[in-house]
């Protein structure tokens, strides 16, 4: 049955009137004007669980970079001088004998030693490649983690675990669940955002419950901005509408919905009173949002972006300006990283497309004094194999979950350290291997949440972002 039809079973006229006269009387007419939530908003839809954080937290926001596709290790943070001696020799099968591959199965195994050279950089001396200068120039300020490992091979479950803790698909977002427990500091935005870009070899396509709210309130979820045009469907009044009318209209809905949730108390319409009203203040907060006029020059250079033009850049510089509006956190996904063939150029592309913005973005928040309070985190869902993939010059490397890199700054991570590593060939992660839950786990820590105590019962089960195996907060890249 629709729901308007179930509604009007449930009130007769008489009994409609009635409500309606108590419950316009007697509450206020919500003015989504109001620095301060309505009454149909209960706190937790701007301030999070109580009793959370459950210690004082390192960070207050997260802004997670996703090089959606898999960046190879090998070329970027994990200099392999046997690799590259072993160039075009087989494969030991003692790395590779029973293990999973995505799609060299069957075929002759060689190895493929780095494509670039990797150099010391910073006070810290951290090696980082060639093909990402920029990066390299932060490395007193990163913390690369060089031992990750996950569960899945293929990239939408790859996806799926780097996002929820687990190949299940419909469980809660790393978003969803910070937004639910810490809520956000924005009246007038979603406090979960993801912006998506594209440039690089073959794009997988990012599904949106990767960004979903699974189990929990759906207004956790996060909010996909559009690279072009509005950033959301409808977000300016139709022609002849003004605000006023439009702040009426909404104000009259959710008086409805008020006096349905009074009947049924069915959460889910909390949601719609609490959406229906941050929509309308997103009306005039958007377009100042997406108004980067007001960015210096340098600024703009730095970023490699002259404003909204939809590329990696611009969603940085956006991550920034939505970091200083208070959203919680802020998803980028660039796709394009799947290189399988014609390693290197497709290297040059994504590198030359993200390796700028990431640093810019870095460099802005420390000088801001963002950054001591904002965790960045770089990385793809998993990385790429030692082995050749391809035939003749234009050689590629196949998806690997046995061992890659990714970095973190900022929110209490400490700069210029390496931690972890993998084998002679980059396979396995060996020394302090650290599992996507780890990651999550840290990340959790940084924000001031134990992620033990961050658990909603679904189907029996104390269900949580970090799973029912053990997780590790990594202590030693926090400062």
Same mark, same amino acid.
């Given at each position: 049955m629709h729901p308007f039809d179930e509604y009007r079973q449930a009130m007769t006229r008489r009994s409609f009137l009635g409500h309606a006269s108590m419950g316009i009387g007697a509450a206020a007419a919500s003015t989504m004007l109001s620095p301060t939530p309505t009454a149909a908003m209960d706190a937790s839809a701007l301030g999070g669980l109580p009793g959370l954080p459950h210690f004082a937290p390192k960070a207050r926001r997260v802004i997670f970079l996703c090089m959606a596709g898999g960046p190879s290790h090998l070329e970027t943070f994990d200099y392999k001088p046997e690799l590259e001696r072993m160039d075009g020799q087989p494969m030991p099968q003692s790395f590779t004998s029973g293990q999973p591959i995505a799609q060299l199965q069957g075929q002759e195994l060689k190895c493929l030693g780095p494509q670039y050279k990797f150099r010391r950089h910073g006070e810290s001396g951290q090696e980082v490649a060639d093909i990402i200068p920029n990066i390299a120039?932060?490395?007193?300020?990163?913390?690369?983690i060089r031992s990750m490992h996950t569960d899945q091979i293929n990239h939408d479950p790859a996806h799926t675990v780097m996002n929820t803790g687990t190949s299940i698909s419909g469980r809660p977002s790393m978003g969803a669940w910070v937004t639910y427990g810490l809520g956000t500091e924005s009246q007038d *935005?979603?406090?979960?955002?993801?912006?998506? %870009?594209? @440039?690089?070899?073959?794009?997988?396509?990012?599904?949106? #419950?990767?960004w979903g709210a699974g189990f929990l309130p759906s207004?956790?979820?996060?909010?996909?901005?559009?690279?072009?045009?509005?950033?959301v469907h409808y977000v300016r009044n139709p022609a002849g509408v003004s605000r006023g009318q439009q702040q009426q209209l909404v104000e009259s809905i959710n008086r409805l919905n008020e006096l349905r949730y009074q009947q049924v108390a069915n959460?889910?319409?909390e949601t719609r009173i609490a959406q229906m009203e941050l929509a309308f203040r997103m009306q005039q907060s958007?377009?100042?949002?997406?108004?980067?006029?007001?960015?210096?020059?340098?600024? *703009?250079?730095?970023?490699?972006?002259?404003? %909204?033009? @939809?590329?990696?850049?611009?969603?940085?510089?956006?991550? #920034?300006?939505?970091?200083?509006?208070?959203?919680?956190?802020?998803?980028?996904?660039?796709?394009?990283?799947?290189?399988?063939?014609?390693?290197?150029?497709?290297?040059?592309?994504?590198?030359?497309?993200?390796?700028?913005?990431?640093a810019a973005l870095v460099k802005d928040l420390k000088e801001r004094?963002?950054?001591?309070?904002?965790?960045?985190?770089?990385?793809?869902?998993?990385?790429?194999?030692?082995?050749?993939?391809?035939?003749?010059?234009?050689?590629?490397?196949?998806?690997?979950?046995?061992?890659?890199s990714m970095w973190m700054a900022g929110g209490g991570v400490k700069g210029g350290v390496t931690y972890g590593a993998t084998d002679e060939l980059g396979y396995n992660a060996v020394e302090k291997p650290?599992?996507?839950?780890?990651?999550?786990?840290?990340?959790?820590?940084?924000l001031g949440i134990n992620h033990h105590r961050l658990s909603v019962k679904f189907q029996g089960l104390d269900t949580k972002l970090t799973g029912v195996e053990e997780a590790h907060v990594v202590k030693d890249v926090i400062g």
């Open positions: 120039s932060i490395a007193d300020d990163i913390a690369i *935005l979603p406090g979960f955002l993801v912006l998506t %870009s594209v @440039g690089g070899r073959n794009p997988q396509p990012i599904a949106s #419950r990767q207004r956790f979820q996060g909010v996909e901005f559009y690279s072009k045009g509005d950033p959460p889910e319409i958007i377009p100042e949002l997406m108004d980067f006029s007001d960015e210096p020059r340098h600024v *703009l250079e730095s970023y490699g972006t002259e404003g %909204s033009d @939809g590329s990696f850049a611009a969603n940085c510089l956006l991550a #920034r300006r939505l970091a200083e509006r208070g959203t919680r956190f802020i998803h980028l996904y660039h796709r394009g990283w799947d290189h399988h063939g014609d390693l290197k150029r497709y290297m040059d592309i994504c590198c030359n497309l993200c390796d700028g913005p990431s004094g963002m950054l001591e309070d904002t965790l960045v985190i770089w990385g793809g869902e998993f990385g790429r194999t030692p082995m050749f993939q391809g035939k003749g010059k234009d050689p590629g490397r196949d998806h690997h979950i046995r061992g890659f650290v599992h996507v839950r780890d990651l999550h786990a840290t990340m959790l820590h940084l």
